[in-house]
């Protein structure tokens, strides 16, 4: 691992080798950007559709710009990935925070003006989600060249901190101030945000993309190539497994936390959001320690006391309906799926080869997308056919069922990718 000390050398036969750990200034540059931008888009994720209930009161327009917010994981994100597979991950984010932030910008300027119909609010959402499939998978890619093998679990444990930091708390709290101010405010600063991280982003170095030897490969072919990968290699597929069942119990959990915060614990209506903030500080909290607990008591364990911990979470808050539970609940599962979330992180990356980075990593993000609405929409027919508790039992059960038949496959699949051990 390289300290601080950290320009980048070239080795004898001419090639420029990129500095590598969690220490380096290169690294230090990356997770600027990424905390400035995230912080930008904490606040969007707020504004934007409130904006659009409160400008419209049409529930398909919110519908529809909700829908365009996610629809690009499902259309663009494979086709993204097998690019940034082929083209350079710091050109790659760069191009995608320019174009973000001039959007985005222009969309102020049109809310401001009073020109932001519905057809503008859908094609900004949709345009800005798919720069993000791009801008996603190239930074997979600088993540792993800039930290390095060694300091994989440190890097997906600062980046949890900060992703959650900046879209669960400061994004949120920075929107709901400026938008009582101004809400073409809350898309200047997300716009302005893309603009300032692009200035690191481009002070990194410029990471070389994997050349494989079929470069001349069609683009469709590419894309299945990196989808059978995922799905055939035994320790990718355990791990998407795992990640759909805690996807479709979150899912779940999330469209009825709301009316059950309300109903069954009584927690005041304008209270209902610390229930998150509960579960963004125990996400923060344990994701700053993952490091230090596997170096302690191994990657596989860890990994299951993470999804025991998180079904753990959704048990206590079915059985047990009383606010301060609820509270409690909710700072449990963020510990649960903060180490999980930093852990099957790194395993992925490093069971994935380096040239096909961005295509599994956009299939994993496809996979687990595509099928959160199944959780969503059960979690109403179980709330009317039993009760709203029922829903965080069965999401306990999902996520503990899910850890008993991963648990020995979690223990024995390797953590270097066999084409590309060192």
């Given at each position: 691992m390289t300290e601080h000390g950290d320009e980048a050398r070239v080795d004898p036969a001419g090639v420029r080798e990129v500095p590598q750990g969690v220490h380096t200034r290169a690294f230090h540059r990356l997770m600027v950007a990424w905390t400035v931008s995230l912080v930008g888009d904490g606040v969007r994720v707020v504004a934007l559709p409130l904006f659009t209930a409160v400008s419209t009161r049409d529930p398909l327009a919110v519908s529809a710009v909700a829908v365009a917010e996610v629809l690009p994981w499902l259309l663009v994100a494979l086709p993204a990935g097998a690019l940034v597979d082929r083209w350079r991950p710091r050109t790659v984010v760069l191009v995608a925070h320019v174009g973000r932030g001039l959007l985005t910008l222009g969309f102020a300027a049109a809310l401001f003006t009073?020109?932001?119909?519905?057809?503008?609010?859908?094609?900004?959402?949709?345009?800005?989600?798919?720069?993000?499939?791009?801008?996603?998978?190239?930074?997979?890619?600088?993540?792993?060249?800039?930290?390095?093998?060694?300091?994989?679990?440190?890097?997906?444990?600062?980046?949890?901190?900060?992703?959650?930091?900046?879209?669960?708390?400061?994004?949120?709290?920075?929107?709901?101030?400026?938008?009582a101010w101004e809400p073409a405010a809350c898309f200047a600063v997300d716009g302005l945000s893309f603009l300032v991280a692009a200035l690191f982003v481009a002070s990194l170095p410029d990471v070389a993309p994997h050349r494989e030897p079929s470069g001349g490969a069609r683009l469709r072919t590419q894309i299945a190539e990196g989808a059978q990968f995922l799905l055939r290699h035994r320790g990718l597929r355990v791990l998407v497994l795992v990640v759909v069942s805690a996807a479709v119990a979150a899912s779940a959990v999330n469209a009825i936390t709301a009316l059950y915060a309300v109903e069954v614990l009584a927690i005041p209506a304008p209270l209902v959001p610390t229930l998150m903030v509960a579960m963004a500080v125990g996400t923060i909290a344990v994701a700053s320690v993952v490091p230090a607990l596997v170096r302690r008591f191994g990657e596989g364990p860890l990994m299951i006391t993470a999804l025991v911990v998180l079904a753990a979470g959704f048990g206590l808050l079915g059985l047990v309906p009383h606010p301060a539970?609820?509270?409690?609940?909710?700072?449990?599962?963020?510990?649960?799926?903060?180490?999980?979330?930093?852990?099957?992180?790194?395993?992925?990356?490093?069971?994935?080869?380096?040239?096909?980075?961005?295509?599994?990593?956009?299939?994993?993000?496809?996979?687990t997308w595509g099928l959160m609405p199944i959780g969503?929409?059960?979690?109403?027919?179980?709330?009317?056919?039993?009760?709203?508790?029922?829903?965080?039992?069965?999401?306990?059960?999902?996520?503990?069922?899910?850890?008993?038949?991963?648990?020995?496959?979690?223990?024995?699949?390797?953590?270097v990718a066999p084409a590309e051990k060192v």
């Amino acid at each position: 691992m390289t300290e601080h000390g950290d320009e980048a050398r070239v080795d004898p036969a001419g090639v420029r080798e990129v500095p590598q750990g969690v220490h380096t200034r290169a690294f230090h540059r990356l997770m600027v950007a990424w905390t400035v931008s995230l912080v930008g888009d904490g606040v969007r994720v707020v504004a934007l559709p409130l904006f659009t209930a409160v400008s419209t009161r049409d529930p398909l327009a919110v519908s529809a710009v909700a829908v365009a917010e996610v629809l690009p994981w499902l259309l663009v994100a494979l086709p993204a990935g097998a690019l940034v597979d082929r083209w350079r991950p710091r050109t790659v984010v760069l191009v995608a925070h320019v174009g973000r932030g001039l959007l985005t910008l222009g969309f102020a300027a049109a809310l401001f003006t009073g020109h932001a119909t519905v057809p503008v609010l859908v094609a900004v959402a949709f345009v800005l989600t798919s720069a993000e499939t791009f801008a996603d998978s190239a930074s997979q890619l600088l993540l792993v060249a800039l930290a390095g093998p060694a300091d994989l679990d440190a890097a997906n444990s600062r980046f949890i901190s900060v992703e959650t930091a900046g879209v669960d708390l400061a994004g949120p709290l920075a929107a709901s101030a400026l938008f009582a101010w101004e809400p073409a405010a809350c898309f200047a600063v997300d716009g302005l945000s893309f603009l300032v991280a692009a200035l690191f982003v481009a002070s990194l170095p410029d990471v070389a993309p994997h050349r494989e030897p079929s470069g001349g490969a069609r683009l469709r072919t590419q894309i299945a190539e990196g989808a059978q990968f995922l799905l055939r290699h035994r320790g990718l597929r355990v791990l998407v497994l795992v990640v759909v069942s805690a996807a479709v119990a979150a899912s779940a959990v999330n469209a009825i936390t709301a009316l059950y915060a309300v109903e069954v614990l009584a927690i005041p209506a304008p209270l209902v959001p610390t229930l998150m903030v509960a579960m963004a500080v125990g996400t923060i909290a344990v994701a700053s320690v993952v490091p230090a607990l596997v170096r302690r008591f191994g990657e596989g364990p860890l990994m299951i006391t993470a999804l025991v911990v998180l079904a753990a979470g959704f048990g206590l808050l079915g059985l047990v309906p009383h606010p301060a539970v609820g509270w409690a609940g909710y700072l449990v599962i963020g510990v649960g799926a903060g180490a999980w979330n930093v852990l099957s992180a790194t395993r992925r990356q490093r069971l994935t080869p380096g040239s096909m980075m961005g295509r599994v990593s956009s299939t994993y993000r496809v996979l687990t997308w595509g099928l959160m609405p199944i959780g969503a929409g059960m979690a109403g027919p179980v709330a009317v056919m039993s009760s709203l508790g029922t829903v965080f039992l069965l999401a306990a059960g999902v996520v503990g069922v899910a850890a008993l038949l991963a648990a020995r496959p979690l223990l024995r699949t390797g953590t270097v990718a066999p084409a590309e051990k060192v």
